[in-house]
């Protein structure tokens, strides 16, 4: 187990404390994923010269809303006066755009690069910082993951982090469309934003 010390105060506790505010909403596959997560992120953070603690509490509090109930989120789009364009989608888009939310008022996370992470690790962003680049991929290569490009994309974020998000934006919209499934727009953004400046991917 990663041995890590808060020292920033970004987070009022220790990193265990904040383990055992992520496991109280996590079934133990999903909190065993935000684990590997954050190892990932640290360590793409130490080859990227960003901020490890705040890779640490990114990784970890990621997915931290991923199993709430609809009403959670719904509650929280009216609370917080979020776009109500956001009512028309589901689970897999609320848990970052909403679960930032969650993460600011229940756990008490202000830092807005590590908001931002959380937000748009599952639809990328236009602009995404050196830190959510991090997250978004952490997300698609952790050691657990595993998929027919799993390797390349691993290498390839090792190479150039910007190239791996190249790829993974790519590789998503190409499997949502050979699916049938809906496209978030701001997907489509990220797909115009980072695709064509990387030719190779
Ligand atoms: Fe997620
Ligand atoms: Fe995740």
Known sequence: MTKRTYTENIFAGTRQDLLDR?????????????????????????????????A???????????????????????????????LNYGNAIW????????VKHE??????????AIRHHTTGAVYMSPLEQIVYMADYIEPGRDFPDVD??????????GAG????????????????QKVYPKTIDTYNAW???????
């Open 95 to 102: 848990h970052g755009v909403v679960g930032a939310e969650l």
């Open 165 to 180: 998000v190249a790829f993974q934006t790519k590789h998503t919209l190409a499997y949502l469309i050979e699916n049938n």
């Open 22 to 54: 992520i496991e109280q909403h996590l079934r133990p596959k999903r909190f065993a994923h935000v684990q590997r997560v954050e190892q990932t992120a640290v360590k793409l953070a130490q080859a990227n010269n960003v901020d490890e603690e705040k």
């Open 107 to 116: 756990l008490g996370i202000y830092d807005e690069d590590i908001l931002n």
């Open 56 to 86: 640490s509490i990114a990784g970890l509090t990621h997915d931290y809303a991923k199993q709430r109930p609809d009403e959670d989120f719904i509650a929280a789009i009216k609370q917080y006066h979020l776009d109500p364009e956001l």
């Open 152 to 161: 390349e994309a691993r290498k390839i974020t090792a190479e150039d982090l």
């Open 195 to 201: 695709v064509p400046r990387y030719p190779n991917v």
